[in-house]
């Protein structure tokens, strides 16, 4: 069974100025396990297309679904890593509630046990009386990313993770993204502009063109560095 199903997806944003089609017939599948980059150029509709596999925006075309089920509203089982990480994180809580936040529906002791764990797992294992503010961008980033994984979601959808991060701080994010989701075996769909960071960490590397975005290539990164 696939992960993740998208089949004809497209999206046209009526506003009113008119209408916009920032999506048109994207068509492909993630088996799970797989880390699979979508890259293409800035304003061509990654956000887009992430937005309608979170089901926040219901696509004008086409379907998507999950495990074989067609999304319709939020799904449970999703996690989503913004680019923004100082807007994703509460600043009134402390990192380890940050972490917990999502996993309000679990016992008490299941909450903090599985947030030590990926507190542990970003390397983030000291910081959990901290509060967002008093962590570095790149910390704040971490915080989210445990967040994320905490939840073990069947995917982890990751929009621009690491675009706003130094260099130093996103080579060893991408390094943590690499060795978390091997043992935690995430399927992961990322979304970046840049097609390095796409071939350094995808299994497949799919290629949107420009706005109106189609998939132009379907890419397997072989004997990738991981
Ligand atoms: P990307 O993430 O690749 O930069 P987006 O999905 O954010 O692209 O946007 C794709 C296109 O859709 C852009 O031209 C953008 O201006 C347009 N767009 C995005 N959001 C909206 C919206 N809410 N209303 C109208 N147009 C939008
Ligand atoms: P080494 O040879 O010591 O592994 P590299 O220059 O290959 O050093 O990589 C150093 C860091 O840069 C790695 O930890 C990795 O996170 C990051 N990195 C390497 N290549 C890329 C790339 N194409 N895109 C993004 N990050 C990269």
């Not at 800035?42 to 495990?67: E, Q, Y």
């Not at 971490?142 to 080579?171: C, G, K, N």
């Amino acid at each position: 069974m696939k992960m993740l199903e998208v089949r004809g997806l497209g999206h046209t944003y009526r506003g009113k100025d008119g209408t916009h089609t920032a999506i048109d017939g994207l068509e492909f599948t993630v088996d799970p396990g797989e880390l699979v980059c979508v890259v293409g150029p800035s304003g061509c509709g990654k956000s887009t297309l992430l937005r309608t596999i979170s089901g926040l925006i219901k696509p004008t075309r086409g379907s998507v679904s999950l495990h074989g089920n067609p999304v319709d509203g939020v799904p449970s089982d999703l996690s989503v890593v913004f680019q923004d990480y100082s807007r994703s994180l509460f600043p009134w809580l402390s990192v380890t509630k940050n972490v917990e936040f999502p996993l309000r529906k679990l016992t008490r002791r299941n909450r903090t046990t599985r947030a030590a764990e990926a507190l542990a797992a970003v390397g983030l294992d000291g910081a959990g009386r901290k509060y967002p503010w008093q962590l570095s961008g790149g910390m704040q980033q971490r915080v989210a990313i445990a967040r994320a994984l905490a939840y073990r979601p069947s995917l982890l959808l990751m929009d621009e993770p690491f675009a706003s991060v130094d260099a130093q701080t996103r080579f060893e994010l991408e390094d943590l993204l690499l060795r978390v989701r091997r043992e935690q075996d995430t399927t992961v769909l990322l979304v970046t502009h840049d097609i390095d960071e796409s071939v350094y960490l995808g299994d497949r590397v799919l290629v949107l063109s420009k706005s109106p975005a189609t998939v132009v290539a379907d890419l397997d990164v072989p004997l990738g560095q991981h």
